[in-house]
Nanobody, 122 residues
Framework: QVRLAESGGGLVQPGGSLRLSCAAS????????MGWYRQAPGKERELVAI???????NIADSVKGRFTISRDNAENTVYLQMNSLKPEDTAVYFC????????????????WGQGTQVTVSS
């Protein structure tokens, strides 16, 4: 069973920083793409940043230059360093994983974490 566990959300003032982490189940051998999406109240879920196993990225224009995605393939963990946070960054942030290999079996499916709340407010 694939599980993604997020941590690191919270309340921060505008201009502040937070670091999100997402760790996948220990039974996973590798993950093709890992990353982050977010959903603000009343809005659709949107891509924030994703990274392939070989390091290619897709980052939303709204966070370029402020957010940095990184991952540790050996630990199947992905991080999101968020700097210069703005009130409009307030949302639930979801970890996402696509293309998972466990014990030699490849699963092309998509998996989500339960989400972590990020609130940017003074």
């Amino acid at each position: 069973q694939v599980r993604l566990a997020e941590s690191g959300g919270g309340l921060v003032q505008p201009g502040g920083s937070l670091r999100l982490s997402c760790a996948a189940s220990r039974s996973i051998v590798s993950i093709n793409t890992m990353g982050w999406y977010r959903q603000a109240p009343g809005k659709e879920r949107e891509l924030v940043a994703i990274m392939s196993r070989v390091g290619s990225t897709n980052i939303a224009d709204s966070v370029k230059g402020r957010f940095t995605i990184s991952r540790d393939n050996a630990e199947n963990t992905v991080y999101l360093q968020m700097n210069s946070l703005k009130p409009e960054d307030t949302a639930v942030y979801f970890c996402n994983a696509v293309g998972i290999t466990t014990s030699g079996v490849f699963d092309a499916g998509e998996y989500w974490g339960q989400g972590t709340q990020v609130t940017v407010s003074s």
